[in-house]
């Protein structure tokens, strides 16, 4: 199980503190579920709820907790983080973002966006292309999502950033966005939400590891 915390960090306060090496988790999640007994200690802890290790994604450490009530694992994700691929949702939104505002085609803005120093060819461009319009998929799909689920405050709104921004008063869309759905997240398709099924990055089989321009 993935569960969101505000860890009140930023993405570079949370990794030079190492923040996930004194996250705690005194509530299981698994409760919800029905899952978990929930046996509960003198010191108003779960007994059955331990630190379980962590593991890297992109770079960014994630802590992990373990139910032995269930017997299966929590993993504590910043609230800032992609779920399920790489990276931040500010570096999403920022993406699909220059992709919604380009002038030229979306060849041209992969073009443009390559690293310095890579040999000009197709096949770079190609593969850019790809991983932009990947994630206008993803920031499209949580949009039209948002609007099903936050019909009082995006009702009518196209599922553009744009739009987005002028009707929620932020610059911030998909983290506004997660702070709003909170309570549905497991509603929500990654990367903004938990909700399982195939991977954001492709159809198939889910990979892992970062996904890089």
Partial sequence: MQSIRDFGLTAGEYVSQRAWESASLEICPYAAEGGCQLRWDSGGGCCGLHRH???ERGGVGIARFL???VGRTISLLPDWIAVRVGGTLQA???AAD???GRTGSIEQLA???????????KVRVGGMTKWLRRRCSWVTAAL???????????AGCRPTLIAFRAALGTEHVLKTLREALAARLGDVPAPLGLKAGPSPRKKGPQRTGLDPP
């Fill in 111 to 121: 073009d443009e966006m390559r690293p310095m120093g890579e040999n000009p060819d």
């Fill in 67 to 69: 139910c032995t009530c």
């Fill in 144 to 154: 039209l999502v948002a609007q099903a689920l936050l019909p009082e405050r995006v």
């Fill in 92 to 94: 999403i939104e920022d």
């Fill in 53 to 55: 290790g962590s593991y």
């Fill in 98 to 100: 220059r992709v919604e």
